[in-house]
């Protein structure tokens, strides 16, 4: 009778052990897939992008389990314990496979995910005026106007998926501009703040069919505008190809100086009296009534020396668009 007890014991302390190292033993039943989770991080990594993949289980004592990890059908890390995968996704359009095989007291699991590669690229143009011919490009300005187009590149069922398909979540420094977001949105227009600081730009794309999605971020810094003085010549017209600085030998009779407002909002013209020009001489204002980009400055018959030229222009509507200019005429005695 002792002895039979003492097996009855024996019996019951080695399935306390047993149901001691893995936990799915409580649920006397097989596990399934469903007892595993796996995550990757980040979850919409773009082309080549480092990846993390990750296994949890509450019912499964992974940390006692082994676990083999594969990329496709390569066995690429396997181990007591190895609950985590660092990897690589792959060229644009190009999935790939990570399987994780878990064999445990519990039974056998078999976890798959799919890394697809995906990315949106930012771009944006501000709408500030440059002159014509100009090769560089239209840049924020203070409060200024700018457009910022998403161009996304998201692969589902073997193609890449139309830009116009989907649908974008667009936020501006953390809060989401509700009224830009939706369906094909893909371009927002904002203005520039009164308080001078950069703006953080992002936008999430998702295909709604497949449920795929992808995300681009963008920082950018408003700069100042700034004044550029050319020679405006009657019969070749502006010299663009050549800024003025410093000081100017007028050999001749006259000159005439063109200023141009780089990277202020102009959308009515230079001369729409959204910007003001003011001009001085050796401290005194130019007052002829008229707020024009050109001046015209003559040497006065047997007088030669330095005079000092100032421009300053301003953005009337906007308060943070201003510029101004120093040059020296330097009014040679002829000869």
Known sequence: MISRLITILISIFFFTLLLGADTAF??????????????????????????????????????????RWYVGSTLVQEGKGIKKLITQAGDMAKSSTVRVVIQSLAGQITKTITITPSRVSLLWEAETYTPPFFKGKSLFSHQSKITIM???????????????????????DGVVLGAQNGYGKKTISLVGSVISRNIRIM???????SGLTSSGVINIAPIEP????????????????????????????????????FFFSAPNGLLSGDISY??????????????????VFRKVEDVFGVSNVNLNIAQLSKILQFASKNLTIDFLKQE
Not at 242 to 261: C, F, H, S
């Open 150 to 172: 998403a161009e996304p590149e998201i692969s589902a069922n073997g193609g890449k998926v139309s830009s116009s398909n989907l649908i974008y979540t667009w936020s501006k």
């Open 26 to 67: 409580a649920q006397f039943g097989a596990v399934t897939e469903g007892d595993v989770s796996i995550t990757l991080s980040p979850q919409n990594p773009g082309p080549r992008d480092p990846v993390t993949i990750t296994i949890e289980s509450y019912t499964i004592d992974i940390n006692n389990a082994t676990t």
């Open 203 to 209: 936008v999430e794309a998702l295909d709604p069919v």
């Open 278 to 295: 003011t001009w001085s001489i050796n401290g005194v204002g130019i007052s002829d009534g008229q707020n024009v980009n050109k001046r």
């Open 226 to 261: 700034e004044v550029v003085t050319y020679i405006s010549d009657p019969l070749y017209g502006t010299q663009y190809n050549k800024a003025i600085n410093g000081t100017i030998m007028l050999k001749g009779r006259e000159i005439t100086l063109e200023a141009v407002p």
